[in-house]
Nanobody
Framework: QSQVVESGGGLVQPGESLRLSCTASFDLTRASIGWFRQDPGKERKRVSCISPTSDHKKYADSVKGRFAISRDNTENTVYLQMNALKPEDSAVYHC????????????????WGQGTRVTVSS
């Protein structure tokens, strides 16, 4: 089964930054890629999404102005730059593929990876 691989998580202090990466052994370049986060016992929520050519990007209100999504199709990788991190950003972050960014429903995304944990704490 095709899966993406997320990396880049870690433990940081409030106000610091992290860059997450999402890559795969299969071609991601024609897919829209969404970044989601999930706290234990809570539903998975999308924080950002990017179209195949990067012309469309979407952000959840909670991360607008702090997070930036980008992709390098030559590297088959999508990034999530997270700045000014807050404790409430702590979660397991997942990326997944879809045909578009119009929907933020996790059910419309596929090829989920295991995720990478982000912990923001002083």
């Amino acid at each position: 089964q095709s899966q993406v691989v997320e990396s880049g998580g870690g433990l940081v202090q409030p106000g610091e930054s992290l860059r997450l990466s999402c890559t795969a052994s299969f071609d991601l370049t024609r897919a829209s890629i969404g970044w989601f986060r999930q706290d234990p016992g809570k539903e998975r929520k999308r924080v950002s999404c990017i179209s195949p050519t990067s012309d469309h990007k979407k952000y959840a209100d909670s991360v607008k102005g702090r997070f930036a999504i980008s992709r390098d199709n030559t590297e088959n990788t999508v990034y999530l730059q997270m700045n000014a991190l807050k404790p409430e950003d702590s979660a397991v972050y997942h990326c997944a593929a879809s045909v578009g960014c119009a929907t933020d429903d996790p059910a419309d995304f596929h090829a989920w990876g295991q995720g990478t944990r982000v912990t923001v704490s002083s």
